[in-house]
């Protein structure tokens, strides 16, 4: 594990494998040894992978005062990459792990070479996209067994989960667990607009939708797509936890992509 500083705030990530520097942002309420656990074997012969927590996951401090901006997370990764290499990095994100690294390209363009974007959106705004993230903040306050069981079952297709043993399931529920971080980016995800930034974007670009994605509903990616310049489209069968539900078909698409 190392460590970069920026704006105050201490960033740990680690870096893993050979080839040309890969940089995995995470979701929200997650931290990347979690989120990437499934794919990250399946691209670390083809690629170093650098995995960094950004703030209030892992063990990543939340700034002073607690309240997370895109801004600085934006700047977390930036310095991540610039500690790992002279060169500039491919960039891939999940989730609010998308909406940084989106962010993060439009404002360092010359840090990154390839884009990739899973799940991610350019605002949600809509009444359903703010009921759901509003009820979510509520349950991590209220409830937080429920909190585990609603985004358990909201971020895995119904096939997925009808495959995992009682046992299983219990461990996803209790995987998500409503920290103070995690209440924090669960704020940030309620608030981000990246809408303005996104003609910005030079990078070759790739997002990938899931089609029974109800966490950032599939027209989400569809509308990144068709705001980013000259990017790429891909979608894949599975709920919002792509990641875990198809790693070995979103590593096809990455290493493709990539090479």
Not at 32 to 55: E, K, R, V
Not at 192 to 199: E, G, M, P, Q, T
Not at 226 to 245: F, Q, R, V
Request: charged share 20%.
């Amino acid at each position: 594990m190392s460590v970069v500083l920026t704006r105050g705030t201490e960033v740990h990530y680690r870096t893993e494998g050979k080839g040309p520097h890969l940089l995995l942002v995470h979701g929200s309420t997650a931290d990347s040894a979690s989120n990437f656990s499934a794919l990250a074997p399946l691209l670390t012969d083809h690629h170093t992978l650098i995995t960094p927590d950004y703030a209030g996951s892992g063990d990543s401090p939340l700034p002073e005062g607690g309240e997370l901006t895109l801004d600085l997370l934006v700047e977390q990764i930036a310095a991540t990459a610039r500690a790992t290499t002279d060169q500039p990095v491919d960039l891939a994100g999940s989730s609010l792990g998308a909406v940084i690294a989106a962010a993060t390209a439009a404002a360092h363009p010359h840090l990154v070479r390839r884009l990739i974007l899973i799940g991610g959106w350019a605002r949600n705004d809509d009444p359903r996209q703010q009921a759901f993230f509003t009820l979510w903040r509520r349950l991590a306050d209220l409830d937080p067994a429920s909190y585990e069981e609603f985004i358990t079952l909201f971020a895995h297709s119904p096939a997925h989960l009808a495959a995992q043993s009682t046992d299983q399931l219990a461990d996803m529920y209790a995987a998500s667990q409503p920290t103070e971080g995690a209440r924090r980016q669960i704020d940030l995800d309620l608030t981000v607009d990246i809408r303005a930034r996104l003609s910005k974007i030079t990078a070759e670009t790739l997002v990938v939708g899931a089609t029974l994605d109800h966490v950032v509903p599939v027209h989400h990616a569809r509308e990144l797509h068709a705001s980013i310049p000259h990017s790429h489209y891909a979608e894949l069968d599975c709920g919002h936890n792509t990641l875990h539900e198809r790693p070995k078909e979103l590593a096809d698409l990455i290493n493709q992509f990539l090479t």
